[in-house]
Each structure stands twice: as C-alpha cells, then as structure tokens.
C-alpha cells in the first residue's frame, strides 16, 4: 500500500507542478476581453452627410488586426475607392479620398481579433443624398481546403502535446518497476508524438494566416503569407510548444536511461544508511545521494517542459477573449494539465499491460491501482474545469445548439461521457481482479479497455483542436432576427423622471427619443445638456459616451449602435443646479 501511496504521492505533484508552470507561462498573457466586436461607427450605419468625412472609425471593444485590403471603401455600383486602413489599438481608421462624390458608400471590413479569429461586416453611410441604387455586400467565407486543413493541424496539435506530455509525466513520475525496454519505448512514443506537433505546428503558421484572410490553398506557398504568419502569436504558441517539448524529452530520456533505471539504483540497505546517518558503503552512498539529485532536478525539467508545452496553448484561442482572466485562464490551465495525465496514463498502461514481461505482475498492479485513483481526482478536476470554460465562453444555454462551437462542444461531452463509463468499469470490475489473477485474463481484459478508454479520449481531443477554429459567437443573420417592437423603459431622475424609446428596440443601430420630466410632469430643462453613457456589464462594455441632441423642451434624440443581445444600461445624467446633477439609469434588454 505504501508503494502506491507514493507513486499517488509522486503523480500528484507531477500535476502541481505543470499548474505552478503553466501559471508561470502565461503570468504575462493579455488580459482577457469581451469577444471582439463593433461597438460603433463614425458615421453611424445609415447616416447622410453634408460633404464627405476625412475619415471613417471603426470601433471595437478590443485591439484589432487589419490585413492590406480587408478594409474595404465601395461606391453604390460596389466599384472600390481607393482609401487607405490602419488599426490603433481598438479602432480602425479608413482614410476617405478628399474628391468623394456624393451618394451612398458601404464599408466592408475583416478584421482579426486577440484569440485570431477574423471579425467581418459592414455598414452604409451617404453624401449628400442616397442613391436610388445599392450593392449588397456578403461576407466572405474561408476556402474549405484550408478551412479543413486549419482543422486538422489543430487537432493533431492538440493531440500530439497532450499525448508527449502525459507520457513522460506517467513515466517519470507515476510507472515503477519497469524495464529498460519498456521505459525506452514510452520515451519513442513521445517522441513520436513530439514529432507529429512539430510538422503540425509549423503548418498552422502558413494555415492560421491563409483562413484569417479568406485566401486560397496556393496562398500557403507565398512569401507574404509566411511573413504575416511568423509575425504572430500562432508562430510564438508553436515555438514555445516545440521548445517546451524538447526539454521535457531530453530530461525524461535522462531520467528513464539505463544508467538511471532503478534496478541500477543502490541498495535499499544503503540508503537506509545514508538516512541514519551511517554508510558501511561510503562509494555507494555518495552515488545514491548523486543520483537521487540528478533525478529530482531531471524530473522538474521535464515537469517544467511540458508545463511550458502545455501553457502555449493557451496563447491563442477563446480563454484570451473571455474574463474574468484569472477564472477562465485558471479553468484552462486545469483542463490541459489533467487531461495531458489522463490520456498519458491511459497510453501508459496500454504500453505497460501489453506485455506481461515489461513488467512484474505486483508493480503493474500497483501502478493501475495508483492511476485509477488519481483518475478520480482528474475526472472531478476535468468536469469542474469544463463546466467554467463553457459558461464563460458560451454564455448561454442557447449558444450552446445555436452555434457550431456549441454544437461541437456536445461532441466532445458524449465522447467524455462513454470514457468515464468505461474508467468507472476499470476502475471497480477489472482492477480489483489482478491481486487474484492468476491466468492473466483479467490483465488482458483490462489492457483492452483501457486501449478503448484512450482512442476514445483521443477522438475528445482531437474535436477539441477543432473547438479552437470555431466561433463561440452566433451567426450576424442570427443575431438580426427582427425585434418585437420599440422599446419603452423609464426610471426615477432626481425627483422627477426620464423615459427612453428605442427604435427598432433590437441588435444593431437604435434611434433614441428621451424624455426629461420634472416632478410635476412638465417638460425638465437642465442648465447644461445632459450626458448619455451605455453600457453592457455581462459583457464588459463601456461605458460609451453618446451625444444628445436636443429637440425640443426636455425632449432629446441620439443614435446607439447595441451590438450585443443582454441587459444594457442607459445612464442619463442632467444638472438641474449649481450643486444639483441627478441621474437616472434605465435597463433595457435587447435581444
């Protein structure tokens, strides 16, 4: 018992240590954001200009990318106008040609967001006078060869850190007793796997930058691609990745290498000396001591590699777009880290139990019954970790059928609900019966359904690469869905009220009647013009500032672009007096 309370022992801070090392990784990571998207224009979506603006603003609520030409200018015939795009931090800024000629003009945009997905969409303003024509412009989809090639790379990538790392961590840290041979064949595996994400992560620069900018396969071969690629955080994430892994395969061949095995340890009776302090042997105990420092350091690199393997994933994707940061980024580095051990361990035993010679019959079991138990505390660790990521990221029960990560994400939930079926049959059918078995069936049956257990948590893993390429955020059709109706909402300003009507009352641009009353009902005149905030708490939104313009005694009108569905805040603020400045706040759920 006490054998396996210490490899428990071991496999746990195996797993407390790639936490420490991946919180170490991403320490300096981006704080996280709202996903990306268009809180407003300058011009608003559909406003008629005088004469025509210097410049047209985009802006969003994080930093964005823009790729030469995916900001585009076009005429009412759909003809571009030559202007020139550039982004700056939040905002996009389109430079208009001075000689604009009046008439109606659509801006076209795809832009690429902090977790690397692209943003696209457009909206129309007018000089002068509409046209009596107009030219709709769809938004571009992604070459469906490079759609699937992006899929790919990504699944093997996740595949393959998963599988390299959780390998080496169950062989340093969780397998005893074991043959040379059969060390040496779990380090190839990793290896192996090691070089599966290398090819794929090379491939995902050259892919990642091709899908961003909805270009054919032929793109992949072109210098600009691979200049744009290898500026970004997709080559950063896959040079680490590769790094991280290099390291923790050079420590973990140390540690398991035929010099370090333990049958070449001392014996047990020399360190029992070298403990009290009394060495009949002092060569042999010099080397013991020598050794023991060796490994401890050679297994927290190899710790410390995957954890860094392991963390670059964490670079890129959805966690980098959701908060609370240190929740969503903490849910992450849970996931990765337990589900690594877990499919690791399970490849282990498939390689242990294969052979009845690799390892005597009393280690095998006591490594078993170590990673069933650790199992346990990694399936609650999994589920909890799980849960936090999809509500973060989804945010409501809807997305959750009504998009294709969220469709996606039910995928990965059956396929983890068969694989706990089959641990839980492991873990209280089969491996009570190796203390008793004495023919090797019940050693044979275990090793096949732990061979289950692991390709079906590897199929987990790959629909997990193809997570990563999706967007948690519903389709713009349907977040347009037609609203019921204008909206109507007030509440108490001062001693008096403010009423709100917003028109259409749904996503996208709103047109804003307010209403200022005083106590008695008559019309409020503030001595200065009020002030008009916005914002989107569930979100992180705001607050945004929205001139007010007056239209008559206590009436005012403004326009508010409302991107997202949720509960957004209107804050109204009117000085009545020198030390008098009540404000109102007025909930309005758009949907």
């Known amino acids: ?126 000089v002068g006078a509409p046209s009596t024509t107009g030219v709709t412009v769809t938004a571009p989809e992604p070459d469906a060869a490079v759609q699937l090639l992006r899929r790919v790379s990504q699944g093997l990538l996740y595949l393959g850190v998963l599988l390299a790392t959780g390998l080496l961590v169950f062989d340093v840290f969780l397998l005893t007793g074991a043959s040379v041979t059969l060390r040496r064949r779990l380090w190839r595996t990793a290896a192996g796997a090691a070089g599966v994400v290398a090819v794929a992560a090379v491939l995902s620069i050259p892919v990642t930058t ?16 691979w200049s744009a690629g290898l500026s970004s955080d997709t080559a950063l994430s896959s040079l680490l990745i590769v790094i991280g892994l290099a390291v923790a395969l050079a420590a973990a061949g140390q540690v398991t290498s035929p010099a370090a095995a333990p049958g070449t340890e001392p014996p ?31 297994s927290a690199l190899t710790a410390a590699g995957a954890a860094l393997a392991l963390g670059s994933l964490a670079l890129v994707g ?82 959750l059928t009504g998009t294709a990560y969220g469709r996606s994400l039910l995928v990965k939930i059956g396929i983890a609900a068969v694989v706990v079926a089959v641990a839980a049959y492991n873990r209280w059918r089969l491996v009570p019966r190796l203390g008793v078995d004495t023919d090797g069936r019940a050693r044979r049956r275990l090793s096949a359904t732990v061979r289950a257990e692991a390709l079906l948590l590897s199929a987990a ?28 909402v007030e509440a108490a300003l001062g001693t008096g009220r403010a009423v709100a009507r917003l028109t259409p009352g749904g996503i996208g641009v709103n047109s804003l009647e307010l209403t200022l009353l005083a106590a008695d009902g008559s019309p409020l005149q503030p001595i200065e013009e009020p002030e008009l905030t916005l914002t989107l708490p569930a ?34 603020s009117a000085r009545t007096g020198k030390y008098d400045n009540p404000s109102a706040r007025l909930t309005v759920e758009i949907r």
């Open 1 to 126: 018992m006490s054998s396996t309370v210490t490899v428990t022992r071991r496999a746990g801070s195996a797993v407390l240590a790639l936490l420490a090392g991946l919180l170490g990784v991403l320490a300096a990571a981006s704080p996280a954001y709202a996903h990306a998207t268009l809180l407003g224009t300058d011009p608003v979506d559909g406003a008629v200009l005088p004469k025509a603006p210097a410049q047209v603003t985009l802006t969003f609520n994080e930093p964005v990318a823009v790729r030469p030409g995916a900001v585009r200018l076009l005429d009412a015939q759909g003809t571009q106008v030559s202007a020139e795009a550039r982004s700056v931090d939040t905002t996009v800024v389109l430079t208009v040609p001075p000689a604009a000629a009046d008439g109606t003009y659509l801006v076209s945009y795809r832009v690429i967001s902090a977790d690397d997905h692209p943003i696209s969409g457009g909206f129309s303003f007018s």
């Open 210 to 225: 091709a899908w961003q900018d909805v270009a054919p396969p032929g793109a992949l071969l072109r210098a600009a691609t």
């Open 268 to 298: 047990r009776r020399v360190v029992a000396a070298t403990t009290s302090g009394l060495c009949p042997q002092p060569r042999s105990c010099g080397r013991r001591e020598t050794y023991r420092l060796e490994r401890a350091g050679r």
């Open 318 to 399: 959805h966690t980098r777009t959701f908060g609370p940061a240190w929740l969503v980024l903490a849910a992450d580095l849970l996931h990765v880290a337990t589900a690594a051990v877990w499919l690791g361990g399970l490849t282990g035993l498939v390689l242990t139990l294969a052979r009845a010679a690799a390892i005597p019959a009393a280690a095998a079991g006591r490594t078993v019954a170590a990673f069933s138990r650790l199992a346990a505390l990694l399936l609650a660790v999994l589920a909890a970790a799980g849960t936090v990521l999809a509500w973060r990221i989804l945010g409501s029960w809807a997305a």
């Open 461 to 488: 893993v790959a629909v997990t690469g193809v997570l990563v390429t999706q967007s948690p955020v519903p389709a713009p059709a349907a977040a347009q869905a037609a609203p019921a109706g204008p909206r109507v």
């Open 539 to 572: 979100a992180d939104i705001g607050p945004l500032d929205r001139p007010l313009s007056r239209t008559g005694p206590g009436r005012y009108e403004a326009v508010v672009d409302l991107p997202l569905a949720g509960a957004w805040q209107l804050t109204v």
